[in-house]
């Protein structure tokens, strides 16, 4: 019998993946990473719901009956998906810490101890699934197109694929909830998460304050051509693309272009000027195939929910391609990753960068 390490997140999805797997006949064990305190002061929690989501998976194992691990994942997750997201907006980007705690909790980290205990596949919830074809595999759309993870998933290894199983690719968010309303899991009206998991009150800029204990000062807002516009409050609060919130009324939709940290401006335009023809894409993992030999048609996302454009991507280094969209598309962001499409196949993905003159 196959063993299967279950990454348990104490929401449905996980927990429906637990029992699909064990319905399978897989030797099942269920595991929860501990990403950070939730009792320490800086992350904002009520401590009386800080283990919830852990207990919550501990006694799904139990409905199911399979055994249940806790590994403190908090030192990796600092390391890897905190302290990026702060360095990112400190840089002047806007990071996508979903992005790299797939990368390198969910999916590194979970692998390697699979890999220690001698399980033979790893298993998680995501709503994707997997494809193999000329010797590689590659992640493709899931069944249910409303609640689809493919985007998040691109940098995931060919090592990694070999051994990953998601067992959710073919059945609706509404068939899961079904299954955990059947069989009775405690987590089974659980909504689900919409925040980023260490700032729930969504406060980016005040999390980050918290913990750097920095100061992060005052400059001024321009328009394209560098003139004054007026002062903002600290490159960390703003996010290209942004309305709202800026702080400055100029009788006309002024939004957020770019921010530069040597000159600590922030600029302003009109949202046409938002729009962007080409851009680069840094860390660029191939899925589908090895590499691109030639210039390739696809379809682009370059944010979760944007619905994909038409474009040429052509490699112009060994983990870097450039991007030509068919129409401008609006406000690609630093930070962020940019992933593309070939109908539902993941050809790969990278981090988007906008200043890289092309």
Same mark, same amino acid.
């Given at each position: 019998? $196959?063993k ?7 929401g449905i999805? *996980?927990?429906?993946? =637990? ?5 399978? #006949?897989y030797?099942?064990t ?11 002061k800086l992350?904002?929690f009520?401590?009386?719901? =800080?283990?919830?989501?852990?207990? +919550?998976?501990?006694n799904? /194992?139990?409905?199911? /009956?399979?055994p249940f691990?806790?590994?403190d ?13 702060? *360095?990112?907006?400190?840089?002047? #980007?806007?990071?996508n810490p979903? %992005?790299e ?7 590194r980290?979970l @692998?390697?101890?699979?890999?220690k ?10 709503y994707? +699934? ?10 493709k759309?899931?069944?249910d197109? $409303? ?8 940098s995931? @290894?060919q ?10 690719s073919?059945?609706?968010?509404e ?5 955990a309303?059947?069989?009775g899991?405690?987590?089974a009206?659980k ?5 980023? /998991? ?6 980016y800029?005040?999390?980050?304050r918290?913990?750097?204990? $920095?100061t992060y ?10 003139? %004054?516009l007026?002062?903002h ?5 703003? @996010?290209v693309?942004?309305?709202?919130g800026?702080?400055? =009324?100029?009788?006309?939709p002024a939004?957020?272009? /770019?921010?530069?940290?040597? *000159?600590n ?5 009109s949202?046409?000027?938002?729009y ?12 589908a195939?090895?590499s691109?030999p ?5 379809v682009a996302?370059?944010?979760?929910a944007h619905?994909?454009?038409d =474009?040429? %991507?052509?490699?112009i280094?060994s ?7 068919? *129409? ?5 962001? +630093? #930070? ?6 070939n109908?539902?196949?993941v050809?790969?993905?990278?981090l988007?960068n906008?200043?890289?003159k092309i």
């Amino acid at each position: 019998m $196959k063993k299967a390490l279950i990454a348990m997140s104490g929401g449905i999805d *996980s927990s429906v993946t =637990a029992f699909l797997m064990k319905q399978k #006949g897989y030797d099942c064990t269920g595991i929860t990473f501990r990403m950070f305190d939730k009792t320490d002061k800086l992350f904002g929690f009520d401590i009386a719901d =800080a283990d919830k989501d852990i207990r +919550d998976a501990e006694n799904v /194992c139990k409905t199911v /009956c399979i055994p249940f691990m806790e590994y403190d994942a908090s030192e990796e997750f600092r390391k890897y998906v905190i302290n990026n997201f702060v *360095s990112v907006y400190e840089k002047g #980007g806007t990071p996508n810490p979903c %992005v790299e705690c797939n990368r390198y909790i969910k999916f590194r980290l979970l @692998t390697k101890i699979a890999d220690k205990l001698g399980f033979d596949v790893t298993v998680t919830g995501h709503y994707a +699934d997997i494809g193999f074809d000329n010797g590689r595999y590659y992640i493709k759309k899931a069944a249910d197109d $409303k609640k689809d993870q493919s985007y998040v998933l691109y940098s995931l @290894t060919q090592e990694q694929l070999s051994k990953l199983y998601f067992p959710l690719s073919q059945i609706t968010k509404e068939e899961a909830r079904q299954i955990a309303e059947d069989n009775g899991f405690v987590n089974a009206k659980k909504g689900d998460s919409q925040d980023i /998991c260490f700032i729930p009150d969504g406060d980016y800029a005040s999390f980050i304050r918290r913990l750097t204990n $920095k100061t992060y000062p005052n400059g001024k807002f321009i328009d394209t051509q560098g003139n %004054v516009l007026g002062k903002h409050n600290g490159l960390i609060n703003y @996010t290209v693309g942004q309305r709202k919130g800026l702080g400055i =009324a100029l009788g006309y939709p002024a939004y957020v272009k /770019c921010k530069d940290i040597r *000159s600590n401006t922030v600029t302003l335009s009109s949202d046409e000027l938002l729009y962007e023809k080409e851009i680069i894409a840094d860390n660029f993992n191939f899925m589908a195939s090895e590499s691109f030999p030639a210039p390739v048609r696809c379809v682009a996302k370059i944010r979760y929910a944007h619905k994909g454009a038409d =474009a040429t %991507v052509i490699q112009i280094d060994s983990d870097k391609v450039k991007i030509i969209f068919d *129409s401008p598309q609006r406000a690609p962001t +630093d #930070g962020q990753s940019v992933v593309l499409y070939n109908n539902d196949i993941v050809l790969g993905g990278g981090l988007i960068n906008t200043k890289e003159k092309i």
